[in-house]
T-cell receptor, first 113, second 114 residues
Framework: DAGVIQSPRHEVTEMGQEVTLRCKPI?????LFWYRQTMMRGLELLIY????????DSGMPEDRFSAKMPNASFSTLKIQPSEPRDSAVYFC???????????FGPGTRLTVL | AQSVTQLDSHVSVSEGTPVLLRCNYS??????LFWYVQHPNKGLQLLLK??????LVKGINGFEAEFKKSETSFHLTKPSAHMSDAAEYFC????????????FGTGTRLKVLA
């Protein structure tokens, strides 16, 4: 069974550039979560979707961050423009309605120079 | 409001000795509780989950956790540590009021000494 798939696994970019992170949830799952992990702040929930609709984006740090889920099998997290303080590992997770177990992808390590 | 407190940021044990990672929670509702493990440069893997069916929960790789409502604790244990257990462990609470949002503990880094 394929788990949650994220791409790229590593991204190095320069300040001011646009960054797009991608996530494919487990087939059939109807919740999708984006998290950010840093040493200083630990794991933070950025946004989550239910049936492709954003439910809670209160964790999105600022307008430079945006997330979309155009269909049930794909989501993107975009940062434009990127800043060095955005450097972190970004995780995507998915879960199935009626359960509250989240399954995590391997993460994307973002470095903004 | 929900919260999770992992009482130790670092734990060191010798290989073959027991492991105890401590977690206390606070929840207004009947919570779901989880332990996840994160190996270096990897994603989070579910170890085990409590949902009120049984207070002693068995997970993968020989780990188990006991839910104690009176102590609001959900400590993770393993009888005998293996070198491959070295990782970071997160205690998580999920509010069962329909939000499906996780509240993470700050993590406990387990070091296993040869």
């Amino acid at each position: 069974d394929a788990g949650v798939i994220q791409s790229p696994r590593h991204e190095v970019t320069e300040m001011g550039q646009e960054v797009t992170l991608r996530c494919k949830p487990i087939s059939g799952h109807d919740y999708l979560f984006w998290y950010r992990q840093t040493m200083m702040r630990g794991l933070e929930l950025l946004i989550y979707f239910n049936n492709n609709v954003p439910i809670d984006d209160s964790g999105m740090p600022e307008d430079r961050f945006s997330a979309k889920m155009p269909n049930a099998s794909f989501s993107t997290l975009k940062i434009q423009p990127s800043e060095p303080r955005d450097s972190a590992v970004y995780f995507c997770a998915s879960s199935l309605f009626g359960t509250d177990t989240q399954y995590f992808g391997p993460g994307t390590r973002l470095t903004v120079l | 409001a929900q919260s999770v407190t992992q009482l130790d940021s670092h734990v060191s044990v010798s290989e073959g000795t027991p492991v105890l990672l401590r977690c206390n929670y606070s929840s207004s509702y009947s919570p779901s509780l989880f332990w996840y493990v994160q190996h270096p440069n990897k994603g989070l893997q579910l170890l085990l989950k409590y949902t009120s069916a049984a207070t002693l929960v068995k997970g993968i790789n020989g780990f188990e956790a006991e839910f104690k409502k009176s102590e609001t604790s959900f400590h993770l244990t393993k009888p005998s540590a293996h070198m491959s257990d070295a990782a970071e462990y997160f205690c998580v609470v999920s509010e069962r009021a329909g939000t499906y949002k996780y509240i993470f503990g700050t993590g406990t880094r387990l070091k296993v000494l040869a």
